[in-house]
DNA sequence: TGACAATATGCGGATATACGCATATAGTTC
DNA sequence: GAACTATATGCGTATATCCGCATATTGTCA
């Protein structure tokens, strides 16, 4: 119920931010784009050990990036809010005029919102 | 000239968004907001170091976050791409949802956006 | 209860990051 | 050239992060 300072609210946002800063834990909230996925099912996704993959969702879980749910004998994630893929969305867009002006393959940098497509 | 692999842009991608997930980065980033500035000005404008602040922008230099003009002196940087302030507001929008079910005083959520904005 | 499946976590090592202090570099002006 | 200003960087330290391996926890079913 506290007011927080300013700072802190940056501290936060930094956070949250850091949360996204990690391949394996960009591979596992794409892959939860269009549907809630069990832990096995995500690790298989991203090609990661299932121990890694469930440190990762613990991350993403106590920065509120992802939800977890439990289904008997699994712990099924999913996005906490679709604007998240927005701004990664839009994080790679700006990457892909990067790309673009440093001369990579400039067909790839228009494409690389639909290589995140591509599960 | 060459096709990076998924992996590969997951990892520049993760890069791009790590540089995001520091408060005093951010600040910078928020700083940058209207016009260029100095290394001088913008160590003012948060609050740290000379030396931390230069360094900080070097790193955001590196992942093509902000850029950086001579002018005698003088360094001016500059934001890259203004949808990176569009990616770490819709960021933020997230948070304060985040912080309003916590309980978090629940007017500060919804004005984060403005905390961003004074200066 | 015991055997089994899915998920989480303790531990250790390698690597990365943030920071301050002091110093180096680049540019201006005299 | 020397003196000065603005910015960058080398170095050391403290802390955090990523990862795999093994093990613990949680839940199901017979």
Redesign the pocket.
């Known amino acids: 119920m506290r007011k927080p300072t300013r700072d802190e609210v940056f501290r936060l946002h930094a956070?949250f931010c850091?949360a996204l800063?990690?391949?394996?834990?960009l591979l596992i909230i794409v892959a939860l784009r269009d549907r809630a996925r069990?832990?096995?099912?995500?690790?298989d996704a991203i090609g990661?050990?299932?121990?890694?993959?469930?440190?990762?969702?613990?991350?993403l879980?106590e920065k509120g990036l992802v939800r977890?749910e439990?289904?008997?004998?699994?712990?099924?994630?999913s996005l906490a809010d679709r604007r998240i893929l927005s701004a990664i969305e839009l994080l790679l867009d700006v990457l892909a005029v990067q790309l673009e002006r440093q001369g990579t393959h400039s067909t790839v940098a228009r494409r690389l919102r639909s290589v995140a497509r591509a599960s």
Chains 1, 2 share one sequence.
């Not at 800063?21 to 834990?25: K, L, M, P, Q, S």
């Not at 069990?38 to 690790?43: A, H, L, P, Q, Y």
């Not at 299932?50 to 990762?56: D, E, P």
Request: avoid cysteine; glycine fraction near 12%.
């Open positions: 956070q850091k800063g990690d391949a394996n834990r069990t832990v096995g099912e995500i690790s990661a050990g299932q121990s890694l993959t469930s440190r990762h969702l613990a991350v879980r977890a439990r289904d008997g004998n699994f712990v099924r994630y």
